[in-house]
């Protein structure tokens, strides 16, 4: 295994957990994340993170899906610690592994920074939902303000490197509303106590039309 493999497989799922237990992220979570219900799948379910927002008076079944080994097992354990019963799978959001129309809602929480392809991985969620299920999504990504997003222009090629194929520049909330969903934007934010090139983020629900 070089260096960047292992870079990519141990060191990456550790900084992105310290990284996304931030105050200022786990605030936005607990605004999106309990708001799940019925059959409920997350994408890049890495780190497990989310496993404590879950409402278990409103999610009947888990699935969880990310391509990292490492975040599987954080994710493993964190449903474990709470006695929730998970289908916990490894694969991509380009390819969900899953049938058409079988999740009443979808999680999404700082993934579409991550992914190969975001169009592909909307119309991938957009799929294995039901007629009327929900996309919950918080993400962070282009900030609305031009002289913060010439700087997330100028960091991104190092910091995706650094930070597992992160983005800083993907648009949020107009990605999303480009696909079949209709979007209610929840709240949008500069996170406190983050550089702002790092820090805008928003969040909502996005509605399978
Ligand atoms: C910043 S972390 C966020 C993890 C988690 N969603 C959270 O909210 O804490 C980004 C996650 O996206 C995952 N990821 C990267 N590429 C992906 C892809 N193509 N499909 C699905 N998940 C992917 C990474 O493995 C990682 O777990």
Redesign the pocket.
């Known amino acids: 295994m070089g260096l960047g493999q292992w870079y990519d497989e141990h060191v990456v799922?550790r900084l992105?957990k310290c990284a996304?237990s931030s105050s200022a992220i786990m605030q936005v979570?607990d605004k999106v994340v309990p708001l799940a219900s019925g059959a409920v799948f997350e994408?890049?379910?890495?780190?497990g993170?989310?496993q404590q927002f879950y409402d278990p008076a409103r999610v009947t079944s888990y699935a969880g899906?990310?391509?990292?080994a490492k975040?599987l097992d954080y994710t493993r354990a964190a449903a474990q610690a709470l006695g929730r019963s998970a289908d916990i799978r490894a694969g991509?959001?380009?390819a969900i592994p899953f049938g058409d129309a079988s999740f009443d809602c979808v999680v999404c929480?700082?993934?579409l920074?991550?992914?190969?392809d975001p169009a592909q991985?909307l119309r991938e969620m957009h799929r294995v939902l039901k007629p009327g299920g929900r996309l919950l999504y918080a993400e962070h990504g282009r900030a609305p303000d031009p002289g913060v997003a010439k700087w997330q222009d100028r960091i991104e090629p190092v910091w995706k490197r650094l930070a597992?194929?992160?983005h800083l520049t993907r648009p949020v909330g107009s990605s999303i509303a480009a696909g079949t969903f209709a979007l209610h934007q929840l709240g949008a934010r500069y996170a406190p106590k983050t550089p702002r090139w790092a820090g805008w983020i928003e969040w909502g629900e996005a509605v399978k039309t």
Do not use: K, Q, W, Y
Request: some cysteine.
């Open positions: 799922p992105i996304c979570r994408l890049g379910c890495g780190g993170i989310n899906m990310d391509p990292s975040g991509v959001g380009e929480t700082f993934t920074c991550s992914v190969a991985t597992g194929g992160c």
